[in-house]
């Protein structure tokens, strides 16, 4: 494809029971991807083809069969006891307070055999590692050394603005009276947080030329410089998620207004300031032609406007594995074939509380993290040409149409769009380096922009609906050349022109 580093999801030795980020052994690689040795042979093979990979590091939680965390539930007074959150229940034995994990239910489990309760914001098998002890950053900052000795090229930073929990763990205000009440209040980007981060960076990653890029829900615009500033920001680049939500928000329709908003505010905030992640899928995220565009008639059309529309933007574009083959969401038929522990917490806690079977499989066809994760798919073969046996999860069945063998063949295929797309961006310095501008800021339904460099100038103009339209540019801006349009039939160069539904086009324009 042309791509330049490699992200790999977590890989560490785990119970799997949350698609790895349950890790039981920093230092060890999961059975089910083989061995050390693998892993070695991997990072190598991706060096010598100049490329460069990243792991995820999770330092928020570990397992709950990290061996930690064993020690640590075996006794109060075990030297591991205070590596993880334990706190007595309220007198009447209910847990601490009223947070809510993010999978659903609460933040506390109850452990029989000291009588305590720990904390965890994700999963029961994910208990959240005590930062306030600092035996617990020591041991941390060896692990992250270790993998950096190895040679990786860096981390994507996981959940990392949790690992500051708010003091006393006081209950969270529940004006409609629910059980429990969503806690990011108490846990992300908490005050404090700054000391941890400091260290972590000082102790780690800022010894080692490397790439970092946190996740940082819950960061605000505002503080951004702070973790990503060119100068002493903790990270290279920040995921913020802005964004994400505005994914046809507003009565099913995705809502421009608010779309321009988000973007432009992180791509002229950071000018000059730091760097973006662009993204619009991860494996966390519906997959974005089903969710922003549409996955019928208008698949190809329209993944490849959304991918034109954040790919150009100022930073460094991340594509989530089968993005660039327009994969979709997938709807499978009963909740005991899905694998997303998340989605089966919440499946639990909303049917108990009432929540309809055909309401929440809706809702997880739509939402669910599972549409993300089916298996790649490769061919038309059995199982997406992903394994001869039986995957660990189900292939999505319009595989025998979208697969990457199929889309290598098509010279009109996503795949192929995406790798003229990288072509250009790595030849274009005023699209890697240039700054933005968002222009026909009114337009309803066309996403626009410049970029600038030097007194060089480009455009990107998308339309990310399905009905045709016109946009107007200024008279200063006169079009030079056409670089890159996902129709085949373009009309003449002019400044007013005709866009059909998802059409997506990049203009070199005549220098300022
Ligand atoms: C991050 C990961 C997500 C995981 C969670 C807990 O949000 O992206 O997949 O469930 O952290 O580690």
């Known amino acids: 494809m042309g791509i330049d580093v490699i992200w790999i999801n977590p890989i560490y030795q785990s119970p799997n029971d949350d698609n790895g980020y349950d890790i039981?052994?920093?230092?060890?690689?999961?059975?089910?991807?083989?061995?050390?040795?693998?892993?070695?042979?991997?990072l190598k093979e991706v060096h010598d083809?100049?490329?460069?990979?990243?792991?995820?590091?999770?330092?928020?939680?570990?397992?709950?069969?990290?061996?930690?965390?064993?020690?640590?539930?075996?006794?109060?007074?075990?030297h591991y006891r205070d590596f993880y959150i334990w706190q007595p229940g309220k007198p009447d034995g209910s847990p601490v307070n009223n947070w809510e994990s993010f999978f659903g239910g609460s933040v506390w489990e109850y452990d029989e055999q000291t009588g305590e309760y720990y904390m965890h914001i994700f999963s029961k098998k994910q208990p959240d590692l005590n930062w306030e002890n600092p035996r617990v950053g020591k041991r941390l900052y060896e692990m992250t050394n270790w993998w950096l000795e190895k040679g990786i090229d860096g981390f994507r930073v996981d959940a990392?603005?949790?690992?500051?929990?708010?003091?006393?763990?006081?209950?969270?205000?529940?004006?409609?009276?629910?059980?429990?009440?969503?806690?990011?209040?108490?846990?992300?980007?908490?005050?404090g947080i700054d000391a941890f981060l400091s260290e972590f960076v000082e102790r780690t990653i800022k010894n080692y030329d490397v790439m970092t890029v946190g996740e940082a829900g819950g960061a605000k615009f505002e503080e951004a410089r702070h973790w990503i500033g060119e100068e002493d920001g903790y990270f290279n680049m920040i995921f913020q998620f802005d964004h994400l939500g505005l994914w046809k928000a507003k009565d099913g329709e995705l809502n421009m207004d608010e779309l321009k908003k988000a973007m432009t505010k992180w791509q002229k905030g950071l000018e000059g300031q730091g760097w973006n992640a662009l993204f619009i899928e991860n494996h966390d995220q519906p997959r974005s032609v089903s969710t922003w565009g549409e996955d019928n008639a208008f698949r190809k059309t329209s993944a490849k406007a959304f991918a034109t529309f954040y790919f150009f933007m100022?930073?460094?574009?991340?594509?989530?594995?089968?993005?660039e083959i327009g994969m979709t969401n997938v709807r499978f038929d009963s909740i005991?074939?899905?694998?997303?522990?998340?989605l089966i917490n919440l499946y639990e806690h909303e049917t108990k509380n009432g929540m309809s079977y055909e309401e929440m499989m809706s809702y997880i066809w739509k939402n669910g993290r599972d549409n993300a994760r089916t298996p790649m798919q490769w061919s038309s073969a059995p199982q997406a040409g992903f394994t001869t046996g039986t995957p660990w999860f189900g292939v999505n069945p319009n595989y025998p149409d979208i697969n990457v063998e199929e889309a290598v063949?098509?010279?009109?295929?996503?795949?192929?769009?995406?790798?003229?797309?990288?072509?250009?961006?790595?030849?274009?310095?005023?699209?890697?380096y240039g700054s933005y501008e968002l222009i026909a800021e009114a337009h309803p339904h066309v996403f626009a922009y410049l970029r600038l460099y030097k007194n060089v100038r480009y455009a990107v103009i998308v339309n990310l609906f399905n009905a045709a339209t016109e946009i107007r540019l200024s008279d200063d801006l006169?079009?030079?050349?056409?670089?890159?349009?996902?129709?085949?039939l373009i009309d003449e160069l002019n400044p007013s022109m005709q866009l059909g539904p998802y059409e997506a086009r990049v203009y070199r324009l005549a220098n300022s």
């Open 314 to 323: 100022q930073g460094t574009p991340f594509i989530y594995q089968g993005q």
């Open 160 to 191: 990392i603005t949790h690992i500051k929990k708010k003091k006393g763990y006081p209950d969270l205000p529940n004006p409609k009276n629910r059980t429990f009440v969503p806690s990011n209040s108490g846990h992300a980007n908490q005050p």
């Open 24 to 42: 039981s052994d920093f230092y060890d690689i999961m059975d089910d991807f083989g061995t050390m040795a693998d892993f070695d042979e991997l």
């Open 478 to 488: 006169e079009i030079e050349e056409l670089l890159l349009s996902n129709y085949s």
């Open 409 to 432: 063949k098509d010279p009109d295929s996503i795949l192929n769009y995406y790798k003229k797309m990288i072509k250009l961006r790595k030849h274009t310095p005023a699209l890697i």
């Open 336 to 342: 005991e074939t899905y694998n997303d522990t998340g």
């Open 49 to 78: 083809r100049g490329m460069k990979i990243i792991l995820d590091l999770v330092i928020n939680h570990t397992s709950d069969e990290h061996e930690w965390f064993l020690e640590s539930r075996s006794s109060k007074d075990n």
